[in-house]
């Protein structure tokens, strides 16, 4: 084997804080060898990105690098002065950051984003430079990439974006591409052609470092995979041995944690289920159901927005679905596709431009304001972002008592059945006075949950409820609902265009696009053979490590 | 405009041994300000209005630490009876124009949008104005002294404040928490009162308290203009403008307020910048 | 792919979406300074004695009888207030300002001479505090902490000095104990420096700690250090990346400037006694020179609106979002 | 260092300086600059009241009648007049050969339309026209020669003639353009308005074709100096330091608190001329309680402490004035003075008797439970005095309590004049003993016609009687008699209380020479004045 092209070892990271320096890698060691791709693995926080930023001496301005060895094509870079870095940043290593939304200069033209570093490596001129972007652009399967070099980020998807992005990074032509999360903020549909793009890359470019949280997605690409977890790696290997054989415990628990169809019924995290059957009032929404009438009924939803040309733009299109007792209905659908309208036309924050939504068989729209509210509590929602549903300045406490206040529990028993709710998503009784701000997401989203059940609600609608977190939180939240489901037997809207996540807690799931439902019916039937082709899209997309392993012995082979 | 301002923070600054030494000297400078206020007579060697005519402009001495003014008074028992006047007009203004913009802000903000548009509208061609004029005109109809300065600078901030509270109701009221407890099921009012009004005036504070400095100064301009304090009552901003008759033979009879302005302003920035970074640090 | 079908639609010649936005704001400009016309009307018109007398009584007047039923007369003071308003937004509409009581002339030709120094100054001033504040801020954002804390004590304490007591100090310094600068009158460079400075320098504190904010802020975006992975150093991501983002919310405070240029005036042109609106508008007040005062308030939110449609083209240079989004 | 002025001798009573006698080092060119304190806001003497016209209208205008350095009426642009024995009927006599600069001969009809265009109300004059109010009617005798008839004897009438506000203007300007009076106004003077920018300055251009000075300069021909430079500065120490550090080579209004430097700065002439016509003056309103009690009034005479409110604000530069025309005015009466006392006990005496026996909590004296209080109205301004402080605090000391109302100009004399006021302050310049006549005759009062200048709002039968005499008398002696009773007059009623001469003085530096003190008006005359070249 040739010498690799990137070579760390001892490679410690501390960041400057009040008190003094707190370490955030640890003695990390790996190396790069040219033509392969070695994937950084690990929860969020694990310290990936420093890892990789510190390849290019852009730890930070508070940083603390430290190394025993650390190498870019075999040159001792530790310590490079800045005119030193600069040289090499951009025509040796080649960086896609991890923001990729927010990492083109949203004022200036793409063209020009791309063209920077041959500007400050090359000496083409101004032409030369345009039609090379064009060119780049086009490699990276940009396309019209005339019309994109003139455009500036924000009207660009985010694949687009992202394909720029790496445009830029390797325009100067650069031997090593270092792509932090380069799929974490895309549609499945898009991360998918954005791995296979890596992929060509792979071949046609020297090394590839190449970071995400996500087993999954590297296990396409990756020839090598280091796990990190809390700045140490835990694990390192090649691809077929990390992913089938993991010899240590958080690779298998990040592995396992992932839903799909295979963990459909089973649980995700090691934590125990949350057994304790809490005494649930019945709402009026479920007693008005007892005729035998779905929970929740959409007949005919359909929402028109304005948009500021005034221009009307239909988002939701004669839209009707049923949600049961105790049952799951899932919603898939890339972004946009209306998923979000269609729950706050059943939460009521929104009144839908034509259809009505009935709750327990009665027509909302009918009844007195002080009725529709009345019903409304059978229903409550938990969404993607649980920091922004709080009042910033409320303590857990007055969030749990605000709700158990309209759910008029009388004033003596709220702080009982706060504790209990907290006990019921396994929150320690001492986060009753913390602020949102100071937990964590998954606890966030914890107090979301629990604030949603202090209602007792018949229904709860997940909004994304799951998207921001990490997968072995996702994992615990997963669980979590699954057992409050259990215990307190309510139906669940399930909105995620996750198809993993909705294939493992799902029992019917309604495909949308573009504002209507392309495809519904019961999971196992939609996921296995799908009829409708947008669908099968949808499926080809997923990453799956099974299909990747087949793949990679059917190459190897 | 004003949004802008309520962001003129230095960037966050670790807190040093030095910031927090600044903080507390501004806490101290303000607290001994706030006992002058309460008992000028109690801290102050003389009467401030007691005339020596024998002892016009006379130089430091032990009697008299400063000197004397014009008039043979004792300017250090005029400065110190004159925090009163800069530290009333400096948050009574604040809070004439808090309430009165408070009012219209949130009428505004939560009200119909007809009534929205009238109040915005008229709050528009206040703004229009700039405040001096607006202080002036005030005054011109009200006449000079402390509580018409207070008046003039409060109201001439009403229209500074409506459009930030109007603002900031805005965008809370659209905010998620805001939609989750209207679909909880809790009552309007109820979200209005304990939901949007709290969060949209919880940012302000830092820059009321900064605004407070902006109006102990503005006072100080409409006196220094001859239009505010009462004589023979002592203000910083009238002792300025007497003063500045004898920049030439005695420079330190317009120095000295002149200090005393600028520190107090000073000391205001620096307790409501740390308020603000405290709040900040607190929620997002 | 819908998503992107969706963002790349054709939009509306832009020209034309600009011009739209150019009229609504010139028709509520127009709004704004007919309401600032009438607010200042009927508050400078509220009775207070008679305004003959006010109008001829300077300290040695000594009016004869035929005298006084002349000035009633030509003023319409006997008409009552709702004409005298109609009358005033008639001539406003042909452009007439009226007649200065105090100045004898054309409240128009009264301004016309007043207002080049002002210009002149308030101009100056907003250039060296932009200025100033864009080089100290591009100088010491992303700096050791020496240096910050130094420009943002500086600047804290600038910023706290109420502009007349800097005049006055300045004043002080420069021109009598150190006489560098002529310390009064309106001609000339060498007697602008001293004014500029005092009202800019607080106008360029404020704008630095916010744009200093602002800079460190867009420093620590992705897309920077993206460009810095290319190989770009510092100074020139701050130049040719950082600076452009960190503007834009400086340019919402144009507001804020503009009303701190023509407040500053007001006691600035009183410090050094320069010519100028700012001291005509003070005088006004004080001799109650109404038709004066209206003609300043006007040409106040005249300047304001018209500051602020230009600031909103600029802005939408800055930022493109604004007019293609 | 001041050597041409009785700044020196301030014992001296002359209001003007004497022109030299040996001119013949006068160099002729250069140019002026100076600073002054107050823009008139337009340069029409007809058209404003304004103090800052005494200097300015000097420059541009020439009058009918000068007065000499002692005071007297003397010829300028009228070479002689005839009076009436009645003194009803003045016969002017012009000068030959004047022009006004746009080339306007200066001939009987020119006065007449001047006369004409003070009194014209469009014109809206706020003093001259009232100057020349008894003006009957006016008569053409021929191209030279005009004949003014007054409805009574009116003996100030030469003197108000010379004063600034009364300078000629082109005819054919007031005919022509009456618009551009105020900015741009032609009259006949030595200096020609250049450019006059209000509230930044005016400059002059000497006129080459001048030859009619007023004859007591003695002086023929143009003025010596090219060109006269003025910008306004209102700022006392501005125009101090300015002056000092040489930016300027005089200023007008020198701030008394820096005269001592100014007169120790050896490079610097200093000037400080008594003015005539009224000292400075406390006013008591004699219409309302409490000061229409003269005893109360005369208690607050006897009471304060002039000596020490004087040296205050005057910083030893005033003289205390116990009288009601300043000395140097003709017909001073230096015996109603000098029976003058300072006697605190006796003025609690005075307040005791009429009744303001008992104190209250805070020292104010109080009859019926009611405090001896008194509003005194004052002006806001940027440049504010320790005067009225001061008076306050010798009220206070008295057991009277004044409170200070600050208000607007405009604001504060219309309350003067309205007579809603107890105490307030003022002056009134004007070259004659009817400066008496004008603050104290009953006549003089505010009423909804007229504006008058006698705030104090004394009504005096015997007071009345004697002003009026003098102002229609033209025998001398009478004149000194009836002045005389009425300053003694006075001195009983009480209805102001004098303090100091009026004052204004101004500064240039050593390369002017022969900047004289204007005889009306006691500001510099630049007509006969030369630079060092
Ligand atoms: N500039 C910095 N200053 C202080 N701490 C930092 C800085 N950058 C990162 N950290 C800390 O270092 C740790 C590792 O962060 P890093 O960004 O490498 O995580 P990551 O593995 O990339 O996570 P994610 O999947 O969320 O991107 C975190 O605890 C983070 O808070
Ligand atoms: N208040 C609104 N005004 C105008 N357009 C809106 C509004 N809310 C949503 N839309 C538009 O409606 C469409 C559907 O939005 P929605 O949020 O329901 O999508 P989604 O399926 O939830 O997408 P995501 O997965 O990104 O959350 C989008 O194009 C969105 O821009
Ligand atoms: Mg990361
Ligand atoms: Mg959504």
Redesign the pocket.
């Known amino acids: 084997m040739s010498a690799p092209v990137i070579d760390v070892s001892g490679l410690n990271v501390s960041?400057r804080?009040s008190g003094g320096y707190?370490r955030?890698?640890s003695d990390v060691e790996f190396a790069v060898h040219s033509g392969e791709c070695l994937a950084l693995v690990?929860?969020?926080?694990?310290?990936?990105?420093?890892?990789s930023r510190s390849l290019v001496g852009l730890?930070?301005?508070?940083?603390l690098v430290e190394a025993d060895r650390l190498e870019i094509e075999g040159a001792d870079v530790l310590r490079n002065t800045e005119s030193q870095w600069r040289d090499i940043r951009g025509s040796r290593l080649g960086f896609v950051l991890?923001d990729a939304l927010a990492s083109l200069d949203s004022l200036r033209h793409v063209g020009a984003e791309v063209a920077e570093p041959l500007r400050l490596h090359t000496d083409l001129s101004s032409r030369e430079r345009d039609a090379r972007v064009i060119e780049l652009l086009r490699d990276v399967g940009v396309p019209e990439p005339e019309l994109r070099a003139r455009q500036r980020p924000f009207e660009l998807s985010g694949g687009l974006r992202q394909r720029a992005l790496i445009a830029s990074a390797i325009a100067a032509g650069p031997r090593i591409l270092i792509a932090?999360?380069p799929t974490t903020a895309l549609d499945a549909t898009i991360a998918a052609q954005i791995l296979r793009l890596l992929e060509t890359l792979k071949r046609t470019s020297g090394a590839m470092l190449m970071?995400s949280?996500d087993l999954s997605v590297v296990s396409r690409i990756a020839d090598r995979i280091a796990v990190?977890k809390a700045?140490v790696i835990v694990e390192q290997g090649d691809a077929e041995q990390v992913l089938f054989d993991p010899k240590h415990d958080y690779t298998k628990q990040l592995l396992a944690a992932i839903p799909s169809e295979a963990t459909r019924g089973s649980r995700l995290s090691d934590t125990s289920p949350a057994g304790r059957t809490s005494s649930r009032a019945t709402s009026a929404l479920e007693s008005r159901a007892s005729a035998g009438a779905p929970l929740i009924e959409a007949l005919g939803l359909s929402k028109t927005y304005r948009g500021p040309d005034g221009r009307e733009r239909v988002v939701l299109k004669d839209m009707s679905f049923a949600v049961h007792r105790g049952e799951t209905l899932g919603i898939v659908g890339e972004s946009g596709s209306g998923k979000t309208t269609a729950a706050r036309l059943i939460l009521g924050a929104e009144l839908p431009s034509s259809g009505s939504v009935f709750l327990g068989g009665v027509e909302v729209a009918t009844l007195s304001r002080r009725h529709q509210r009345e019903l409304r509590r059978g229903v409550q929602a938990v969404h993607q972002d649980p920091l922004g549903s709080f009042d910033p300045r409320y303590t857990v406490r007055k969030v749990l008592d605000e709700a158990l206040r309209v759910a008029r529990v009388p004033r003596g028993s709220r702080m009982t059945r706060s504790f209990e709710l907290l006990d019921l998503v396994r929150l320690l009784p001492a986060t009753i006075d913390r602020r949102p701000l100071e937990l964590s997401g998954g606890q966030r989203q914890r107090v979301a949950i629990a604030r949603a059940l202090a209602l007792d609600p018949a229904v709860i609608i997940a909004d994304e409820a799951v998207s921001a977190l990490d997968v072995s939180v996702q994992a615990q939240i997963l669980d979590l609902l699954g057992d409050v489901q259990d215990a307190a037997g309510v139906a669940l809207l399930f909105i995620s265009h996750d198809l993993g996540v909705i294939h493992h807690v799902a029992d019917r799931v309604l495909v949308m696009k573009d504002g209507s439902i392309v495809e519904s019916g019961d999971v196992e039937h939609v996921f296995t053979c799908p009829s409708a082709p947008y669908t099968r899209t949808l499926l080809d997309a997923i990453p799956h490590i099974e299909t990747a392993r087949a793949s990679r012995i059917g190459a190897s082979s | 405009m004003t949004a802008a301002i309520l962001d003129a923070t230095p960037a966050p600054v670790k807190r040093t041994l030095r910031a927090r030494a600044t903080l507390v000297a501004s806490v101290i400078f303000l607290a001994l300000l706030a006992v002058c206020w309460a008992a000028p007579g109690f801290v102050a060697p003389h009467d401030p209005l007691a005339v020596d005519l024998g002892a016009v402009l006379a130089p430091p001495s032990l009697a008299h630490p400063l000197g004397t003014d014009d008039a043979g008074r004792d300017v250090l028992s005029r400065l110190i009876h004159g925090a009163g006047a800069s530290l009333s007009i400096g948050f009574g203004a604040t809070l004439v124009g808090v309430v009165g913009g408070c009012v219209l802000g949130v009428i505004a903000g939560l009200g119909p949008r007809l009534l929205d548009g009238v109040i915005m509208r008229a709050v528009d061609c206040l703004v229009a104005i700039p405040d001096i004029l607006l202080a002036l005109i005030v005054i011109s109809l009200a006449g000079g002294g402390t509580m018409n300065v207070l008046l003039a600078v409060g109201v001439a901030s009403i229209p500074g404040y409506a459009r930030i509270i109007r603002a900031q109701t805005h965008q809370v009221k659209v905010a998620p928490y805001i939609e989750s407890a209207r679909t909880m099921g809790v009552s309007w009012t109820f979200v209005a009162w304990h939901h949007v009004l709290p969060n949209a005036f919880r940012p302000l504070v830092p820059v009321v308290a900064l605004r407070v400095g902006g109006a102990i100064g503005a006072g100080a301009g409409l006196s220094f203009l001859g239009l505010g304090a009462q004589p023979p009552s002592a203000e910083w901003g009238a002792m300025i403008s007497s003063g500045r008759n004898f920049l030439a033979n005695d420079p330190f009879l317009v120095l000295w307020p002149a200090l005393a302005i600028t520190l107090t302003v000073l000391a205001v920035s620096v307790v409501s910048v740390a308020l603000k970074r405290h709040l900040e640090g607190r929620i997002r | 792919m819908s998503a992107v079908a969706d963002l790349i639609t054709k939009r509306p010649s832009a020209t034309s979406r600009i011009l739209k936005a150019l009229l609504t704001r010139v028709a509520s400009g127009t709004f704004v300074l007919w309401g600032a016309a009438t607010l200042t009307f009927f508050a400078l018109h509220v009775p207070k004695g008679d305004p003959a007398i006010t109008l001829l009584g300077g300290a040695e007047a000594q009016p004869t009888p035929e005298v006084l039923a002349q000035v009633r007369a030509e003023w319409g003071f006997d008409d009552p207030i709702a004409v005298q308003y109609l009358l005033y937004i008639g001539r406003l509409l042909r452009g007439d300002l009226g007649t200065s009581y105090q100045q004898r002339m054309p409240v128009v030709d009264a301004i016309g001479l007043q207002i080049g120094p002002t210009a002149v100054l308030a101009f100056t001033s907003a250039i060296v505090a932009v200025v100033l504040a864009i080089v100290i801020s591009l100088l010491t954002s992303g700096r050791g902490r020496l240096v910050q804390g130094v420009t943002s004590t500086t600047s804290l304490v600038l910023a706290s000095i109420p502009g007349f007591v800097l005049g006055i100090i300045l004043l002080f310094l420069f021109a009598a104990i150190i006489p560098v600068f002529p310390s009064s009158g309106t001609q000339g460079l060498s007697r602008l420096i001293l004014p500029a400075l005092t009202l800019a320098l607080p106008i360029a504190a404020s704008l630095t700690q916010v744009l200093r904010a602002e800079l460190d802020e867009v420093l620590e975006q992705p897309f920077i250090v993206t460009a810095r992975t290319r190989g770009m150093g510092l100074a020139a991501v701050k130049l040719r990346h950082a600076l452009r983002h960190a503007l834009i919310p400086v340019a919402t405070m144009t507001g804020f400037i503009v009303a701190n240029l023509l407040g500053g005036a007001v006691l600035v042109e009183t410090v050094f006694s320069r010519q100028g609106i700012g001291r005509i508008a003070l005088e006004a007040v004080q001799k109650q020179d109404m038709p004066l005062v209206m003609g300043v308030v006007l040409l106040a939110a005249l300047a304001f609106t018209v500051i602020n449609v230009v600031v909103d083209v600029v802005y939408s240079f800055l930022d493109p979002r604004l007019t293609t989004a | 260092a001041s050597g041409a002025g009785p700044a020196d001798d301030r014992d001296t009573t002359s209001s003007a300086v004497a022109p030299p006698t040996d001119t013949s080092q006068a160099a002729q060119g250069g140019t002026l600059t100076l600073s002054s304190s107050q823009d008139p806001l337009c340069l029409d003497g007809h058209q404003v009241s304004s103090a800052a016209l005494q200097m300015l209208g000097r420059i541009v205008y020439d009058n009918l009648v000068s007065l000499d350095e002692n005071g007297d009426p003397s010829p300028w642009l009228a070479e002689s007049w005839d009076v009436s024995d009645d003194g009803t009927v003045y016969t002017f006599h012009l000068r030959e050969g004047v022009t006004f600069s746009d080339g306007a001969p200066l001939n009987a009809a020119a006065v007449v339309a001047n006369f004409d265009h003070m009194r014209d109300p469009a014109t809206k004059s706020p003093l001259a026209a009232a100057y020349i109010d008894p003006i009957a009617s006016t008569e053409i005798i021929d191209d030279l020669t005009l004949e003014v008839s007054l409805e009574y004897s009116y003996s100030p009438f030469l003197n108000v003639l010379a004063q600034s506000w009364l300078g000629l203007l082109s005819p054919e300007q007031i005919a022509e353009s009456p618009d551009e009076t105020c900015l741009d106004p032609i009259g006949s003077g030595p200096f020609v308005v250049d450019a006059y920018t209000p509230g930044e300055g005016v400059t002059f251009d000497r006129r080459e074709d001048y030859d009619w000075s007023a004859d007591y300069l003695n002086h023929d021909g143009a003025a010596y100096i090219d060109r006269i430079e003025i910008s306004f500065v209102a700022e006392p120490s501005v125009r101090f330091t300015s002056l000092a550090s040489g930016e300027f080579d005089g200023t007008d209004n020198v701030a008394p608190q820096n005269a001592a430097s100014v007169k120790a700065d050896e490079s610097i002439d200093y000037f400080n001329i008594s003015r005539l016509g009224n000292p400075q003056r406390i006013t008591l309103n004699t219409s309302r309680a409490p000061f229409d009690d003269v005893d109360v009034r005369r208690a607050v005479a006897e009471g304060i402490d002039v000596e020490g409110i004087v040296g205050a604000v005057g910083f030893g530069e005033y003289d205390v004035r116990h009288a009601y025309l300043s000395p140097t005015t003709q017909y001073y009466n230096a015996d109603a003075e000098s029976e003058w006392v300072h006697d605190p006990e006796h003025a609690a005496e005075l307040l005791d008797d009429a009744g303001w026996s008992e104190r209250d909590a805070d020292g104010y004296r109080t009859k019926n439970g009611e405090r001896l209080h008194a509003e005194f109205p004052i002006v806001d301004s940027a440049t504010a005095t320790a005067l009225n402080d001061l008076i306050q605090s010798q009220f206070k000391d008295l057991g009277i309590e004044v409170e200070l109302i600050q208000l607007p100009q405009a604001e504060t004399s219309e309350r003067v004049r309205a007579g809603d006021f107890d105490v307030t302050t003022g002056v009134w310049h004007t070259n004659t003993p009817d400066a008496l006549y004008v603050v104290y005759s009953s006549d003089e009062i505010t009423d909804d016609a007229r504006i008058g200048q006698n705030t104090s709002r004394i009504t005096d039968e015997d007071l009345d009687q004697a002003l009026l005499k003098a102002r229609q008398t033209t025998d001398t002696t009478e004149l000194a008699q009836l002045y005389a009773h009425a300053q003694e007059r006075l001195a009983e009623l009480v209805p102001a209380i004098p303090l100091y001469d009026f004052y204004t003085p101004w500064a240039v530096r050593e390369n002017v020479h022969d900047a004289l003190a204007d005889s009306s008006h006691g500001v510099p005359l630049f007509t006969i004045a030369w630079l060092d070249q």
């Open positions: 960041f804080d707190r955030v890698v690990g929860e969020s926080g694990s310290g990936k990105s420093v890892t730890a930070g301005d508070n940083s991890q932090d999360e970071i949280h990190m700045g």
